[in-house]
């Protein structure tokens, strides 16, 4: 069971995040219905670490058993929900760990989410200012990691 909860106002979400980078190229997943691409991971289980949880969720989406190199942001997220969540503010709290490479881009993903097909793409990090893809602090951010972990919150 995700940690989080939906009630007639609100949603929230706690999820623990992947970034994959290969080559100069950060893996995103891409569903058959949304026009965006957004961050490999998922939801936290009750009583189950975020290391464990995101490369829990790595292996799920990408078929590779990853292993995670540090903890790099730990990003609030304020919005309005839409689709599913139309209606309904929307806060989750996301941590993102930094995996490491495998040198590689090879993977064996066969991804579903809620029954909808899902895709796995390299972006390229000094181009993702041209694509619609979530987290968008990614652009910037991945370009330059600092030491330690960044706190992040984005109100949109």
């Not at 940690?3 to 058959?32: M, P, Q, T």
């Not at 190199?69 to 309904?88: M, Q």
Request: hydrophobic fraction near 35%; proline fraction near 1%.
């Amino acid at each position: 069971m995700d940690c989080g909860f939906k009630n007639k106002d609100g949603w929230f979400r706690y999820r623990a995040a992947a970034i994959i980078i290969e080559d100069g190229n950060v893996l995103f997943a891409k569903n058959e219905l949304d026009s965006y691409y957004y961050s490999i991971g998922g939801g936290v289980h009750l009583g189950e670490k975020a290391e464990d949880a995101v490369k829990r969720e790595v292996l799920e989406e990408t078929g590779i058993a990853y292993e995670v190199d540090r903890l790099v942001f730990i990003h609030e997220n304020f919005f309005e929900g839409s689709g599913t969540l139309d209606g309904l503010m929307c806060h989750e709290i996301t941590f993102y760990f930094l995996m490491k490479s495998r040198g590689t881009k090879e993977l064996n993903s066969n991804s579903y989410t809620q029954g909808v097909r899902e895709y796995m793409h390299w972006l390229p990090i000094n181009k993702l200012k041209n694509y619609v893809a979530y987290p968008n602090f990614f652009a910037d951010k991945l370009l330059n990691f600092k030491n330690g972990v960044e706190h992040i919150i984005t109100c949109e």
